[in-house]
């Protein structure tokens, strides 16, 4: 049984910074891809960013290229999602992903096979 457990979430002011933590479990993720979403309120969950486990290749939606750095610590089985400059837009419920495929550069969400459960990041004026 695949788990994904999301952390780091919170309240930052725009402009700051943020860096949220999935911690896998279950099996091995070299041959994975893991890959965050986020979604706001009212709206549809949408791709942010997307590493390969092994190998380390990246991919990011434009939203938040420049912004954001995914990585991975395969020691821990944990991928982070660095978030900088933070703007309002940026809030939501995000989301750590799972597929059983390496390459990163697949924005679906119907092509992830597991979820966590999501953790909320709030940006305040």
């Known amino acids: 049984q695949v788990q994904l457990v999301e952390s780091g979430g919170g309240l930052v002011q725009a402009g700051g910074s943020l860096r949220l933590s999935c911690a896998a479990s279950?099996?091995?993720?070299?041959?994975?891809?893991m890959g965050w979403f986020r979604q706001a309120p009212g709206k549809v969950r949408e791709f942010v960013a997307a590493?390969?486990?092994?190998?380390?290749?990246?991919f990011y939606a434009d939203s938040v290229k420049g912004r954001f750095i995914i990585s991975e610590d395969n020691a821990k089985n944990t991928v982070y999602l660095q978030m900088n400059s933070l703007k309002l837009e940026d809030s939501a419920v995000y989301y750590c992903?799972?597929?059983?495929?390496?390459?990163?550069?697949?924005?679906?969400?119907?092509?992830?096979?597991?979820w966590g459960q999501g953790t909320q990041v709030t940006v305040s004026s």
């Open positions: 992903a799972s597929r059983n495929g390496g390459s990163p550069y697949v924005p679906l969400e119907r092509e992830y096979d597991y």
């Open positions: 590493i390969s486990w092994s190998g380390g290749a990246t």
């Open positions: 279950g099996r091995t993720f070299s041959s994975h891809a």
